[in-house]
């Protein structure tokens, strides 16, 4: 059974840097042919992915986010982490950690419960 869970604090300044963890458990974040993501949902709107970060540690981001995006991972701790530089409240949203495999079948397997996270001015 694979559990995924985020955590770190619920409300951020604007200008600041929105920092959350991602904890797995009933699976290794090394485990071959796995990603792990970061996705978000502003209130009202769709879901937006954020990036991955590869079984061997490989980095991608949405083109969007890229230049104030940071995803890295402990393995020790078996977890990965998101970093969001210079938040505006337009970065208001429920945050998720979920996971696919590289091959892709358009699913995510594993989702976490999401955290609220609020930006203020």
């Known amino acids: 059974q694979v559990q995924l869970q985020e955590s770190g604090p619920g409300l951020v300044n604007a200008s600041q840097t929105l920092s959350l963890t991602c904890t797995v458990s009933?699976?290794?974040?090394?485990?071959?042919?796995?990603?792990w993501v970061w996705i978000r949902q502003p209130p009202g709107k769709g879901l937006e992915w954020m990036g991955v970060?590869?079984?061997?540690?490989?980095?991608y981001y949405s083109p969007s986010l890229k230049s104030r995006t940071s995803i890295s991972r402990d393995t020790s701790k078996n977890q990965f982490s998101l970093q969001l530089r210079s938040v505006t409240p337009e970065d208001t949203a429920v945050y998720y950690c979920a996971s696919a495999l590289t091959s892709w079948s358009g699913v995510y397997e594993y989702w976490g419960q999401g955290t609220q996270v609020t930006v203020s001015s």
């Open positions: 970060i590869v079984y061997d540690g490989s980095t």
């Open positions: 009933g699976d290794s974040i090394t485990t071959s042919n796995r990603a």
